[in-house]
Structures are given as C-alpha cells and as structure tokens.
C-alpha cells in the first residue's frame, strides 16, 4: 500500500489506516461485536503485513482495551518507529470529576492513561473525540499544546462536529501561537456527505486532512440495502443512522452493486474507492472483523473509478440531517 501525508503536514501514514473499535472485549463497553485479543492479534498483524502503517483507536473503544491490545501487539510485531499511532479524548472514561470532556484535568489524565495502555512514551495524533461547549476553547487547546511541546503528542487532530466549532478551535491556536489541528475525522461515505458544504471546503483551504470514520456506512455500502450484519444490528450507533432518504440511499447502494458486478469486485471495494477519489480525503479508517476486509481495503486504494462511475455513485445523493454527533 502506498503511503501519504495528512493535508499538508508532515506526518506520513499509509493510503488507508485501520481502525481498531473492532479490537477489544465483547463485555467491556459499549461494543459487544469487537474481537478478543487473540483474534485481534492477527488482524493486526495481517494489516503491517498488507502495508498499513498507521492505526486508529480510542480510550473510550472496549473502556480502554482497544488500546491495550494495540499497544502490545505493535510492540511484538512491528517497530514504534514505523508505525503511527492514533488515539483519542473526550468520552466518559470515568465517573466523578474531570471524568469526561476537555478541561485540563480530563486531558492531561487521559493521555497518560492512554500511553500508559498503550506502551508507549508519544502518541503520532492526539485527536478529540468531540467538541466540548463546557470547557473554554482556550483551556483545551493550551493543554493540546502543552502535550505536543512536551513531546507526549506530535500532532493533534479532531473529529465529528460542526464546522465553525473546528474553525474557532484553529483559529484560537493561531492567536495564540498554539498547535493547530492537521486532521479532521468525520463520518463520511456515499451517504453521509453533509461535510462536503463547509467542513471539507475549510479543511481543503486550511490545509487540514480529512480521516473519514464509517467509510463503508457500517457496511450498508458493501451488500443488498434490505441484508444486515451482527454488527450493524449490536453497534449502539447503527440504529440511528441511514434512515432519512431511504430510497435515495437505497438507489446509491444498488450503484454500488451494479458497478461492483461490472468490475468483477467486491462493493466494498468501489465504495471505498469513492472515498479514496476525493481531494480533501487523507486516509480513510476501516476497521475488520474478517480478514477480507482487509484485502477489501488494499484493493480499494488500487481501484480508480471512471468520471462515468463517479457520477452513477453520486447522482442520487439528497441533503441529509447531520448524523452521528449532533
């Protein structure tokens, strides 16, 4: 797999990165479908073998196991030097004081939590889960800056809000003199490009690179709209998406088989494809539960889609509600 930087900045990480809210434990938080360590181990180990070079996780994914199991198997398998870590701050991690959220306190206790579990003494990309109305701007990316001059951190990133909260955060950085975000992670697939009319025409000016989580729309884009995965039917935030323009996003899903048929590949392959097609987009995250997601991945980023394809995958796209944050 090739490799590629994020916006303009200098961190290099592979075309496509593996997100790890697969790994964890199935009775630990809030995601009953994620894999054990033993199975986890060979997903991460099969993916540096396929070229990933960077990895995505969270404390929040498996009340922290995700990052454990992470942590432990690039250590065995790979060297720190060549791989990037991602993780993230923000959800619940605790009851109490400074428990959540992006003051100071939450921040500074949740990255050494984080490389405590995850065996490491820096994290690549530091990225807030979230934007936090609770906490004044200036206090949360003073502590993002403090972490990075410490060496803790060396970039930071954020994920999934409304494009003027990012703009003030970076814009707060600037005055000041602060680290400023180089990557923006946020739902972005086939259905859901709501971004598309102010988050990624900022990130595109700015120089930020966009890390699309759900690349795939928790897999409604790789079979029949009406069939539906274990995952999909236990992930707690499944329900609540992909029900506002059904037979538009129906019609999209079936551009995607035809094209798929006609390619003599797998749709997720031409979805994911799409994603990789689009300028703003750095490295899309897709995670994996069987290994042929993974080869699913490696051939997307080798699959180039016509100007004709293009179209037929985005002619029935309709305006959306924003979905998975707000």
């Not at 990480?13 to 009953?32: K, R, W, Y």
């Not at 906490?135 to 994920?159: C, F, H, N, W």
């Not at 739902?187 to 930020?208: H, I």
Request: with cysteine.
């Amino acid at each position: 797999m090739q490799r590629t930087r994020i916006g303009t900045s200098g961190l290099d990480v592979s075309q496509i990165t593996l997100g790890c809210m697969s790994f964890g434990e199935p009775d630990a938080g809030n995601h009953g479908w994620t894999l054990p360590e033993e199975e986890s181990r060979g997903f991460i180990q099969r993916a540096l073998e396929l070229g990933f070079t960077s990895f995505d996780t969270a404390n929040a994914y498996s009340a922290g196991r995700s990052e454990e199991i992470v942590g432990k198997a690039l250590a065995d398998f790979a060297q720190r030097k060549d791989v990037v870590i991602a993780t993230k701050v923000f959800m619940p991690m605790r009851d109490g004081v400074n428990g959540r959220g992006l003051s100071r306190g939450h921040i500074l206790e949740s990255v050494h939590a984080s490389l405590r579990r995850l065996g490491t003494d820096y994290i690549d990309l530091f990225q807030i889960h979230r934007f936090d109305p609770t906490v004044p701007i200036e206090e949360t990316m003073q502590t993002l800056d403090d972490l990075v001059r410490s060496g803790k951190v060396r970039y930071i990133g954020a994920s999934s809000m409304w494009a003027w909260q990012f703009a003030k955060l970076q814009h707060t950085a600037e005055l000041h003199g602060w680290t400023r975000f180089i990557s923006m992670q946020a739902q972005y697939n086939l259905l859901t490009r709501e971004d598309e009319r102010e988050m990624y025409p900022f990130c595109l000016d700015s120089g930020v690179g966009a890390l699309p989580w759900s690349p795939l729309a928790r897999g409604k884009l790789t079979r029949p709209w009406d069939a539906e995965s274990t995952r999909f039917a236990t992930d707690g935030l499944a329900p609540s998406l992909y029900h506002q323009a059904e037979d538009s996003d129906r019609r999209i899903v079936d551009a995607v088989l035809a094209i798929a048929a006609e390619r003599e590949v797998r749709p997720a392959q031409v979805a994911l494809a799409w994603v990789l097609a689009q300028p703003v987009v750095s490295s899309p995250i897709v995670g994996a539960t069987k290994m042929q997601h993974l080869d699913d991945a490696v051939a997307a980023a080798e699959l180039t889609l016509t100007d004709d394809e293009l179209r037929r995958l985005e002619e029935h796209y309709v305006p959306h509600a924003m979905e998975g944050f707000a």
